[in-house]
Structure formats: structure tokens, C-alpha cells
């Protein structure tokens, strides 16, 4: 995801001071000519991401809409903005599942509440706020379990998933200290070799780092 401090169309020049409402802002989204992000009363406007970055959404979406197409999981490109209420924050990820219907925010259909996986192909000018902040409010929705964060520069995919109370090294442990231990338990894993495959838990479908990165010259 690609990220530039911008102002947005018909937005004063002092926006580190000027504060807007959610309501102002998806007016303003409504008839921008660019994506934006809402931080909390403050509009970032969203670049447009390189030809590598376009082909490895696409890829990405392909081959998970084609393997779930049978499922009751349903994949969306960016164009669907993510609301974070903890954070009063609202975000676009490179792509979404969802499982089951969409959970829409109020009467809006441009902007959902549950998705279960997301997947950020990675700039050089977002990579660390992908990795931190924004990976952060992501870990606030109840839904989320999966986290995929994809190399345009080389074959290289971090996968996050969220570990269930199931896990044996939960076992024996007191409420307080399970709900405690949820609310960090992430497992991270690296594929870093064309060959590999990465297994998305939550959706039992296989990621094979090959198709990810066809056709993309390194």
C-alpha cells in the first residue's frame, strides 16, 4: 500500500491542524479523485502503487477467488475501505476475505467491519507502517486472523495468523491470563523460496509463492 502526505482534493493546505469528521470525510471520498485513508480526524490521500505492486494484487486476488469460489468466503480488491471503530479509522487493504456475508458500517456498502484475511503488497514508503501501526488497529477487529505481507522486490512473504485458545501451551492457564495471552499470541512465519506454499489457516486453502509472483521479473 502506498501512502503520501498529500493533501486531499478541496481540503485546506493546514490539515495537520484541521480535524474532519467521519461524515466529511466520506462525502469528500465519495467524489475524490484518489483513495484516502481518515486517521482520527486527520485525511492522508493514498498514491497510486507501481506496475509490480498492480500485477501482485491481481495475482493475489485471482488465485484466492478462484480457490474459494466454491466456499462461503468471498474475496474484494481495494476498492472496499475498512472501518477500525476502535481507532476511528478508515483504511484500504491491497485485498480482503471475508467469510460470509460483508458486515456493512451502518447503512454505508462502501465500507465494512469483519475482514478475516488481509493482504498488503509492501512500499517501500508504507513497509514499516504496514508492519506496525497499521497491522495494530488491524489486530482490533474481532474478525481479523490472518495477515499477509507480500515483497515487491523479491520473493518474500511474512504470513500472521492469530493462534486459537485450542493452542496446548494455553492449556492449565486462568481466564485473566488467557484472555492476556490472546490478545498478543500472533504466530509469524517467513517464505522466502518460489517453491514454497503458504497455508492460509483460516481459509484451509494453499498460497503457492509461484503463482503469487508470476510473471514478475526481479
Not at 487493504?93 to 488481509?118: C, K, S
Request: glycine residues 6%; aromatic residues 10%; charged residues 25%.
Amino acid at each position: 500500500m502506498v501512502i503520501t502526505q498529500t493533501s486531499p482534493p478541496n481540503i485546506t493546505q493546514d490539515i495537520t491542524t484541521t480535524h474532519f469528521t467521519p461524515d466529511e470525510y466520506r462525502v469528500m471520498e465519495e467524489t475524490a479523485a484518489e483513495r484516502h485513508e481518515y486517521c482520527n480526524g486527520e485525511i492522508i490521500a493514498m498514491a497510486g502503487g507501481s506496475e509490480v505492486h498492480s500485477r501482485l494484487t491481481v495475482n493475489i486476488t485471482t488465485l484466492l477467488n478462484v480457490a474459494l469460489r466454491d466456499t462461503n468466503f468471498q474475496t474484494y480488491n481495494g476498492d472496499l475501505r475498512i472501518w477500525i471503530s476502535e481507532f476511528n479509522h478508515g483504511t484500504y487493504a491491497d485485498v480482503l476475505v471475508i467469510n460470509g456475508e460483508p458486515e456493512f458500517n451502518g447503512e454505508r456498502t462502501d465500507e465494512i467491519l469483519n475482514p478475516l484475511v488481509i493482504v498488503e503488497v509492501l512500499s517501500p514508503s508504507t513497509e514499516g507502517y504496514d508492519r506496525g501501526d497499521k497491522f495494530r488497529k488491524y489486530r482490533s477487529l474481532p474478525s481479523f486472523c490472518e495477515y499477509l505481507l507480500v515483497s515487491q522486490t523479491e520473493p518474500y512473504i511474512e504470513h500472521y495468523y492469530k493462534l486459537d485458545d485450542s493452542s496446548d501451551s494455553l492449556r492449565g492457564a486462568s481466564r485473566r491470563e488467557l484472555a492476556l495471552l490472546q490478545a498478543v499470541r500472533w504466530q509469524w512465519q517467513v517464505y522466502d523460496h518460489l517453491e514454497q506454499s503458504i497455508l492460509l489457516h483460516s481459509l484451509n486453502v494453499e498460497v503457492p509463492l509461484g503463482e503469487v509472483y508470476r510473471r514478475i521479473n526481479f
